[in-house]
């Protein structure tokens, strides 16, 4: 699929996903989802990819929500089938044994939210708002926004945000555990890349495994998430990885991580 909406580039390990609309604020429309899910396909794919940054186009927003004009044209049974292709889009990247980072360089509304909820970590830029302002519509978030930001922030502050439709500001998103760290805007790129370097320089199987036992587990009982927890501790540890780990700590030197 040609990929008109986003700009996508893999640069030494690291996948850049940009979402390319600025003269709308990166807003999303069917296109755009449409093209993410062929994106995230790639991600989940292609070999050369270890890890993600996601950040929009320009100095204004991530993504400013929705196209408004395609939400007003649509009945009951689009807007299911509209809410169903964005979850399945989000739920695949949040699932991607690979490190996601959303690099909020601005708006981060409604659907823009909800994708970068879907990210594994986000740094947002001081100039960063974050909102899911739907109910200002008359609608509900469809993309994820009211299980995830739930189950990121607590249920008390979620529901204060998703029923007021406010805006976040960076600050209180980095304050209530929305966001992982804030830059200057100036630094945002850097900073995500850094990021990503870092969990690069570890071992490949290790960061797959991290990125399944917390996705997974969250979705068991805390017994079930423990035997699954033990479960890849096993299986890491046959690796030849966990056999260079150890022996480099030892010898002092730094670990030459293969993902075997």
């Not at 970068?116 to 994820?144: D, K, T, W």
């Not at 969250?218 to 017994?223: A, I």
Request: a neutral charge; proline letters at 4%; glycine letters at 10%.
């Amino acid at each position: 699929m040609k990929l008109d909406n986003i700009l996508y580039e893999v640069k030494e390990g690291i996948a850049w996903v940009t979402f390319n609309r600025p003269k709308v604020l990166n807003a999303l429309n069917h296109q755009t989802i449409e093209e993410l899910a062929v994106v995230v396909d790639d991600l989940a794919k292609n070999t050369a990819v270890r890890a993600a940054i996601l950040t929009g186009a320009g100095e204004k927003a991530f993504v400013a929500g929705a196209d408004i004009r395609e939400l007003a044209s649509l009945d009951p049974l689009a807007a299911k089938e509209f809410a169903r292709k964005g979850q399945a889009v989000t739920l695949a990247l949040e699932n991607l044994s690979k490190p996601v980072i959303a690099a909020v360089n601005g708006f981060a509304l409604g659907g823009g939210c909800e994708i970068a909820l879907a990210c594994h970590m986000r740094i947002a830029s001081e100039n960063a708002v974050f909102g899911q302002p739907e109910v200002n519509l008359g609608i509900i978030p469809g993309y994820g926004g009211t299980q995830r930001l739930a189950r990121l922030v607590g249920k008390g502050r979620a529901l204060e945000i998703l029923l007021s439709g406010r805006m976040v500001s960076a600050e209180e998103a980095f304050q209530i555990g929305l966001v992982n760290k804030v830059v200057p805007p100036e630094a945002l790129v850097q900073e995500a890349e850094k990021w990503a370097g870092t969990i690069l320089s570890k071992g490949p199987l290790a960061v797959r495994y991290v990125l399944d036992a917390v996705n997974h587990g969250l979705n068991m009982s805390l017994p079930d998430a423990l035997d699954y927890e033990a479960s890849l501790f096993g299986l890491v540890c046959q690796t030849e990885d966990r056999k260079e780990g150890t022996r480099a700590f030892l010898e002092k030197r730094p670990a030459q991580f293969k993902g075997k």
